[in-house]
């Protein structure tokens, strides 16, 4: 009997996943398309119950990539590569819980995935993305920040270049510098991302934001906007409590500020 394969636009519109985002899973080992000898993408049916699982293990359980490709490896011994994670992370996470007086499972209830997420969360200190971490730091009392990087320092008016505290990474390709400190009411970033990095999802919070691209593109979805790609140059202002995704777009890093009122990264 012939195999039955897909071409990536069937099975971008059939399970509801862009082009884009297949292509993505691919540069990262998580889908295993047949190329054609003319460079085309074909899935097998195999392919296709693997996107559903990874689109699953994203949207139901808030998982990050680095953590999608170790449920998948634990389940179907996918080589794993290297991923970033917050050294401090888990225990910090630990102490904020056991501060509210609350268990692993309410934790995971409040934040809308499994306890087994929480609990390899606590002991490893890696596999959560920066959507899941807005809202473990919303049901925690804290701020993104604070939970990825731990106490602040004491406030300082004056930030020299490339002293500002660095957030430990949050996902592949995502690194956060800190230009202010201590008790604002500002967030006050810089982001560099590397092409493909990006939310993994949409979040929204109370506040309001502005970005500001140097570098690069940086392609964002606010609801009630809708999407736009940012240039150098290029800035944003919108209510935080607008759903919002984004990611970085093209072959090049971008670079860019990000402003949060209140301080809620």
């Known amino acids: 009997m012939t195999e039955t394969v897909y071409k990536i636009s069937d099975v971008s519109s059939t399970v509801g996943v862009p082009p884009a985002t297949l292509r993505l899973w691919e540069q990262h ?19 296709v119950a693997r996107v559903r699982e990874i689109l699953r293990l994203r949207s139901v359980h808030g998982l990050n990539l680095a953590a999608i490709r170790s449920a998948l490896q634990d389940a179907e011994q996918v080589p794993e590569a290297d991923h970033a994670s917050a050294p401090g992370l888990g225990p910090l996470l630990r102490k904020l819980r056991r501060k509210r007086g609350m268990t692993i499972k309410q934790v995971a209830d409040a934040v809308g995935v499994s306890s087994s997420v929480i609990s390899t969360l606590e002991r490893t200190s890696s596999g959560v993305g920066i959507r899941l971490m807005k809202i473990l730091a919303e049901t925690l009392g804290t701020t993104v920040t604070d939970l990825a990087a731990g106490e602040p320092p004491s406030a300082h008016g004056v930030v020299k270049s490339g002293k500002g505290r660095v957030l430990p990474m949050l996902g592949t ?22 092409p493909g990095a990006g939310s993994e999802g949409f979040y929204s919070h109370e506040g309001e934001e502005f970005i500001r691209v140097l570098e690069g593109t940086f392609e964002i979805e606010v609801d009630g906007i809708g999407a736009v790609d940012l240039e150098p140059g290029d800035s944003l202002y919108f209510e935080s409590k607008r759903a919002h995704a984004w990611r970085c777009k093209g072959r090049k890093p971008c ?11």
């Not at 202010?180 to 590397?194: F, H, N, V």
């Open 173 to 194: 390709g995502i690194k956060i510098l800190e230009l202010a400190s201590g008790p604002r009411m500002l967030d006050c970033q810089e982001w560099t991302l590397q």
């Open 255 to 265: 670079r860019l500020i990000w402003v949060n009122t209140p301080p809620t990264f």
């Open 29 to 47: 080992g998580l889908v295993h398309p047949i190329r054609t000898d003319s460079g085309y993408r074909l899935f097998r049916e195999e392919d």
